[in-house]
């Protein structure tokens, strides 16, 4: 396969930066609530930094008892991350001296760049400039900054840093600060985030980077990204490639599902929100989990860190109401889930813990024993948790009980404590009652709905079975970047033009001929057996309508056929230029049609398409979807995953298709994108999918290319 | 159309369930923790109850202060409910002996019948027995009572009673307690239940009465329902649409949408949880607002208390945080919703108190003025709400920011007494801190994800343009309740019998005839042009395979036919009895094949499936339903609604289908199902649909009615 438009990525040592040896901050000032003493205040006083601190402000001698710097030059040494809070305009000048000073990092947190105007967009450029030429990296600018709780490190201006100190497993990976905040907020439910980054403009270090690194953070054990545009799109998969070689699931959420939202991220953030669908097939392509809403994700995170899944999990539900048991079981059943069948063992350590009043198979009612037997409920979950066919325990509490849910709660965490598999409680309530701050402090973080336990569930599972799919050899390959921004201007292959470069690309198509004169389509005709005619002309769009396309046609009527679509054309268009007559041979009857067609995605790069024409796609959009390159096993993949697959495979005593064919081709036209750097797109429309044996053809092609 | 199978409902008046002037409590008790001892403590110490309350046991002389009466029939007047919390044999008696003296309600909140054993069922029969023997209603058993917490009056054992008082516009009709008293707990937000219905096993009172009683109640706006399972499908439907004659919208979660559920809940609840597909179609066609989890039904409940909604709202996104006002965009777009574009006024009240930096389009971010500037922040909000386009105004808040998010929801609280649209905040913090407060005591609730947020939106629209379409003349019609149960022993009419009996009721049809002779044959078929011809045997099932099928044979052509499909037959299955060979006339080539079929559903009779044939329903499940009876205009929509309906009215140049005929034909079927009661199932397919004019023609049709 072509390599040329292949680019390896490489990323960032970002270690410096979430754990650095010596900061110095820039604009640091002694004055109450201003953003460089929130910053100072941040490091010296609400983080547990034991290096040194450099406050730099020429006009303080001191800050919060710190020497204090005229400039970053005059410091005693590179730091490795300097803190810029210094008006947009000053900002330039710090960094580059921190630049040649050999600094590691600046951490820009000044807005007034991209995302203002003209001159901050230029001022930005030169940041870049600066960073390329010294060697320095740059955090935003125009964000609220990062923060290690895991240490605590907060290099913020954030006034909230100081209440949401929680350590944890998780990173997370924003732009904007207030929805990271509110993730980072869920930390209430007894779930910790390690590292955030907060990357604002990103005008040189991205999301990519920082999921690269959380990849190689041993205390990281997974990573959740809020999206709301990518700068690099190709660079965030391979970032994605890293976190799954490494063994840690990316939950991602993206902005820009929606004309609505895609608009208002572009506006927010100056960066390429891309194609919702293009965006989901990556996701899924890269095993990157994606959700609905911010506290899908913070669940979904929040179930990978109590134990990476199998896929194999089967589920008990364990309930002291006859309500939520049902609707539980209900929600395990609307995912696809299974329920666990107990084992003859559990039935009985059930049967003796239980009334025989209770609900006693899968899902189980304790019915008010939890209230008045509190250890017999224990007993009873500890027999579910012991199961061997149980894989994860699910625990509704529906309802705030005062002091018997705190009871409860730690029924779950004494149960858990001998516990191989995951007690997973579902505290219902709005009221944030003492059990739930029990189950906080028990590290048992609660989910707040069946609705997301069911799909957070869903998604553990499926992660457990794309990496054990992963597992057995299948690989995404390696990205295609292509072209990113506008593109260059076009020019549209003619139809002879593109079946030729189809077939040189060893794309099955078929080989059409322009016949000029009556003799030389007889004669093609003859050639090829059973035609099909149509006019050619630059002019003439339309041809079925003005008569301009015979099919059909067979050796010597080919005669009459060139003239009657010339006569038709001359008298349809009369100042048409008319190239010819365009003859071709027809696919034997009775094939199915299907379409294969690539785009160029500003974010992702080429995107196939793949799907049954016709009213699959425009009644059902029955498509599948791949980052190029695609492989045989993913050509096999696409054509599995259409929900019209079995018309491909047989459908009511129909012959089966050659889906080898069909797979040959997918991945002939993969190749030949790749191959092609200034593809623009393609569209293969139809390609007729004989029976087994008898191949596939590309009947008709659009390619479009730069100039 | 028939009138036999319908049935009219009458509901009983429960005014004096819901508020009576006096109770007994049986089996009230000074025993603390006892639960005759907190039902009388509800009634006497927790709720405003001005009416008289007389205890009853034989042990005691005075409860509560009260005199004690030993036995029902010796209290001094026949009272309006007695709550009984006696042990399960002593029910009956006391239950017997306030009916015999003319009670009006008994409340029966003991467990140990139908949910336990054969004596339970057999003791709640004899329950049954009393109250249409005597005209006492009956409320339970095995349930936890019901409230009325607009008095406040709790008729329940529940301990949790006197910590969740909060008055409110929302009915709530459930069956089991756990997950009632779980929406109950949403009163955190702000938002009230006046009443709740959680009425156990239904032996008697059922939801549908509850939902029809609180459409009556003038505190009531909106009612929530939680099914487990129906005790009588119709006469839910029949009070829902008594709802929606009132003007009060329905809000329904049923459980059993997956096979865990409906086996968990029908063992819950001993109902019938029915087929989710055809709960689906029950609750859209009566305007039953359909939600997916507990926190959405309350959220939709709670925005229609803000305001009905006329379907045509737009919406306003106001926030503080780009990242937020961007998602929340997002999800506006994503259900499908509007943006308003603001007024020029608007824009000039916006950019009079916001930054120039601020996002002042739709969605609007104020940036960080809301802490800075909260005049401002005020002021901009009040723009947004007086915009003549903006119909609801969405302010979704990240993240807690302690005193500046009291602040915020005081703006919030401010706007709102001066604006007549809804201002709707979004508290998307786990956190639930003293912003979250400030709202819930402002009356303004707010959601706590954006997913429920447009999820309820969304909801809330739709309502609207239902109830606008209703308005238009829609009616639902009345319902056709078909037997329950277990069905009779089932015959399967013949083909020539199905097309006969079709055929009378106006269902365009086929009419076959059987010859016996090769002479018939050929008098048949002359009579009918081309013909279809098909061997006729009870032993011959799969008719093509023994070459007992002949198409397109005319004329004399049907001798050799007769004489060929004879001998085929005997040949291959020598043993059977062959009736003759059908005959009928040939549809025209190139129909598009429909198919329309009527199922008994257990919860709600018959039930409607209509769609076009093959792949459209077996890879898609492109098909649309209907409670019987379907009127012209119904089946109408019900073209319409299929996914695939642009192959009816013109596909890609392809002829329009005989739509009209098509809904004809959907209306008759629909009438000749009303009209025969035992009809246990009919599947009509396929039904050949001609273009305009051409008309529609049933061609296969297999019918099965009780013998």
Redesign the interface.
Known sequence: MPKDNYEPYVFPDLTRLFAPRTVAVIGASEKEHSIGNHAMRNIVQHSAFAGTVYPVNPKQAEVMGLRCYPDVASLPEAVDVIVVVVPAPAVRAAVEQAGEKGCGFAVILT?GFSE?DDWGRAEEAALVEISQRTGIRIYGPNCPGLVNLNLPLGLTFSP?FK?DITPGPIGLA?????????MI??N??GIGFGLWSSSGNECDLQVADFVHHMAQDPEIKVIGC?I?GFKDGARFAAACQEAARKGKPVVGLK???????????Q???ASITGSAEVNSTVFRQMGVVEV?????LVDVAMLFTRKMPEGTEKIAVFAS???????C??????AGLE?AEFTPETAKRLADALPP?A?MSN?I?TTSISISHPDAYREALAACADDANVGLVLAPL?????TYSVVNAGSLKAVQDAASVPIVPIW?????GGGYAKLAEAGLPPF????NMRKAVRRWIDYGLWRAARDTGWQPGIIATGSQGDPDPTRTLSEVEGKRALAAAGVPATAPEIATTAEDAVRIAQAMGTVAMKIVSAQITHKSDIGGVKLGVTGDGAAAAFAEIMANARAAVPSATLDGVLIEPMAPAGGLEAFVGILRDPVFGQVMTFGLG??YV???A?VTRRMLPVTRPMAEEMIGEL??A??LTG??GQPKRDVAALADLIVKVSDYAMATPGLVEMDINPVWTGTEGQGVMALDAVIVVEE
């Open positions: 807005s203002a909230a209440d924003t732009q904007g600060g207030g929805l990271g905040r509110n907020q869920h209430v439910r809020l709301e902005v820009g599902r929606s004309a609505y939202g895609a608009r208002a991220a506006s927010h953030t609905d809403d911010l506290d899908e109401s006859g309500g939520a048991a049902s609707l079981a209900d929600n395990v059943g609307i329920l009043y609900g899902p009612d529906p309802m705030d009980y005062g219902m309530s709005e009221r944030q707040r709905s069946l609705r016709g009213i425009e009644m059902f029955d929900k019209s079995k018309l459908y009511r």
